[in-house]
C-alpha cells in the first residue's frame, strides 16, 4: 500500500512537472513570437527618404566648403566658452575654460529618421570641438563635443525649395584627470563638478540661406563641401505630371491588451487623428473613442499633383490631448505599381514595455496593435503636356499623344 501511494505521488509529480515544463514552454512560445513580431515591425521603424535627388556636381554648382563652415563653428565654441566663462565667474569659482581646436570630418549624405512624420535626405557637415578646462586645484580637464551641421533643402517637392541649416550637438565627454585622483578617489567628483559647471550648447538655426531642388555633398576628395542645385529658372514647354490622391476615411480603435492581459489607454479616449501623404498633412479636431468604436473622419484629401517622387508614404498618427503620437505606423508604394490604387486598411501600433521576466533579463519593447486607419488612393498617371507652334495646348497620356 506504501508502494502505491509513492507511485501515485511520484506520479502527480511527474504530471505537475509536465504541466509546468509546458506552462514555460508555452511562455516562451509566446514571448519567441513578440519578439519575431516585433523585430519583424522594427525592420522598417521610420518611414523611407522621399527626396530630394543627390546634387550632380559641376563646375558652376553653389556649395558651402568645410573650411567656411568650419570658421562658423569655431564662432559657436567660442560663444559656448563665453557663456561657461561668465557662469563660472557669477558663481565665484576658480575654474575657467578656453577653446580648443575644431576639427572637420567629411560630409556625407544621410536621412532624418522621423517616426511619425516624413522624412527626406540631409547633408551632414560632422565636427568636433576641443574645450580645455583649467583647473587651479586639480588637474585640467578636456571637453569634446561632437557638432553636426545638418542642411536640408526644405519644400523641394515644390520645386521651390530653400536651403535650412541648423547645428546638431552631440553629447560631450570629459577627459583627464591622472591615477592619483583615482587612489584618492575624487576622479569623477572632479569630473561631475566639471560637468555640472559646463554650458553645453543647443540645436540651434545659422544664418544661411539660398533656393533649392537637390542637396549633396561634393565628389572632390581636394574640395569637402556641402552642394545644392537651385530651382529651374525656366519653364519647360514639356511638362510630365502625375496626379496621386490621398483620403482618409474611417478609424477604428481596436481592443488592445499587453501581453499581460493588461488593457491599453483608458476605457474612454480623448484623441486626434493626423495623416501624411508624403509631406502634406491634414488633422481632425480631438474626439472621444471607446474600444471598437469607427468613426467616419471627413477629412479633406491630400493631393500631390506633379511632385517629384516615385515613393508615396502614407503615415497615420493618434495623439493624445496634448498632441504627443501614441499610436503610429506607416505604410509605402512605389510608382511601378502605381501607388497601389483602391481601399486600405493600416494597424497603427502603440509601443509598450513588458518588464523582464526569465528567461529575459531586460525589459522587452512590444509593439501593440490600437487603431486601424482606412484610406483610399487614387493615382492618374503621367500626362504629357506641350505646346503648339500656335499656342495650342496638346495633351496626352503618357507615350500616347492626343492630336
Known sequence: MRNDCAYRFAARSDSA????AEKRFGLLLGLAAVVALNASLATASVPPPLGPAATVQRSTTP???MEVLRRFVEGFAQQVVNDTNASLAADGKSTRVSRGAVTAGTPYRTFTQHVDRPNQFIARAPFDIRIDVEIPWSFDRVIYIPVDIDV????WWTSAGNLHFVSVPGPASIEGGNILEEVVGVRDIITSRVRSSFTPPSSSELPFGGNCATIGVSSDPNFEAIIWSPPLA?????????RI???????????AQTIDGQPVGNPVETVSLQSYANFHAVE????AMRENDQIALNLPSM???GEPTTILAVIGNVRDSLLRTTSTSFDVSTQSINYSPGMHTMTLYTETWQPPKPPLKKPLKVLVPTYELTYHVSYTPPVLHSFSRTGRVVSGTFGQMTP
Open 284 to 287: 481632425t479636431p480631438p474626439f
Open 234 to 242: 525656366v519653364k519647360l514647354t514639356t511638362v510630365l505630371k502625375q
Open 63 to 65: 556649395n558651402f566648403s
Open 245 to 255: 490622391e490621398v483620403a482618409p476615411l474611417s478609424l477604428r480603435r481596436l481592443p
Open 17 to 20: 512537472e509536465r504541466r509546468g
Open 152 to 155: 536640408s533643402c526644405e519644400g
Open 303 to 305: 493631393l500631390l499633383d
